[in-house]
């Protein structure tokens, strides 16, 4: 456990305290010193070995409806590109033109192949390169050593994940049980009907703690009925993700909405359909499940205090779920919220750079969720 005079220390000495860290109990932890958000050492450390070397949920499949779909995501920083070959199989390349760095592509489409938007240079949707134009002259240039720089990538049912490490354990490992425990939301027959892009204004770890902790939620959300529910809620702390799941009221409206024909999922358990959990996987994935849909929340770093957030929801595929007025309903709470959230996250960031910020202690029974990621992480970069 850290003394005050370790974690003051840490401010100035942010290497000392990586050093020094050691997992500790909730009951006596506190949480991350300012310079775990404001230091560009900790930004390198993270892109290099958290979303250099985790899964990371970069898009949905409707993205990629047939072969020769593509398309492009900066992902903290790191410019990717992902396709169907000709076969339909997935693939996925740094978009880096291993000739000087220009672009295969930008934003999303539909091609038979990729050709560098600054020299030309041409590749099949494996990667390979096929052509390069006015390279006569040019002694021992052999086409297979400069194929696109490959990435693993792999699904959990339609949602898709790619990893920068080419020695990267499966996707599978890292869910664990994630998988088998929504396995009867059945992901891939819901239809995405809605996607908003929101710029938080702050370190992204400040957006997933936010996300993982119901703490704030009486003073940032007042007009939510969650906080009403906070003495039966329960928590799953698992290695790589962290879920709470909050009981519906019986007089609240997601009650009465998820009890319509057409509306709710379909073959949910009664715990399923009589509540909300919110699982945040790490790194950059906060999913949102409730019996009448899906809301899949991408996280992506882009500088020190930018983080970009991506939401999309997900009904059941039948009319009445898809109607105007039954998506407004669903989407307009979580919208209000998530602008709620980046106000405060906005005070938090210019805050947490005081001279005068030391880390609080962590509450044993509300914020088990930034303790759990918060270990994570350092496990991740120590």
Known sequence: MFTQEQIKLSFTDIHSYLDCWQPQPIETASSFPAQMYTSEYIYQLEQERVFGKRWLYV??????????????????QQPLLIT????????????????????????????????????????DLNGDLKAVPHMGG????????????????????PFIFVNLDPA???????????????????????????????????NWKLYVENSSESYHVSMVHPTLDLFKTLDRFESDAQQHYYSEYFPFLDSSDEVQHGLTPGLFIEGLNPLEMGGTSVTVVYPNLILVTSPYFVLA?????????????????????????????????????YDEVVREDLVMLDHVQQRVRSLNYTPGR?????????????????????
């Open 59 to 76: 898009g949905h499949i409707s993205q990629l409806p047939e072969p020769g779909s593509y398309f492009t995501i900066e992902m903290a």
């Open 84 to 123: 169907r070959n000709l076969a339909g199989e997935l693939r996925g390349f740094f978009n880096v033109c291993p000739h000087r760095a220009g672009p295969i592509a930008l934003d999303s489409g539909q091609c038979h192949r990729f050709t560098c938007l600054y020299h030309a240079w041409t590749f």
């Open 138 to 157: 040019a002694e021992n240039l052999n086409l297979p050593d400069y194929g696109l720089k490959p990435i693993q990538v792999d699904t959990w049912g």
């Open 168 to 202: 990267a354990e499966p996707l599978a490992k890292q869910l664990g049980g994630l998988v088998a425990q929504f396995e009867r939301f059945n992901f891939s027959n819901l239809v995405k009907v809605k996607r908003i892009d929101y710029e938080v204004k702050s």
């Open 297 to 333: 929340r991408m996280v992506n770093p882009q500088g020190l205090s930018k983080t970009h957030a991506q939401f999309e929801w997900f009904v059941p595929n039948t009319e009445l779920a898809q109607t105007e007025a039954n998506i407004a309903a669903v989407v307009r709470i």
């Open 362 to 382: 962590l509450s044993p029974t509300l914020e088990v969720g930034v303790h759990r990621f918060q270990h994570a992480l350092m496990e991740y970069i120590c």
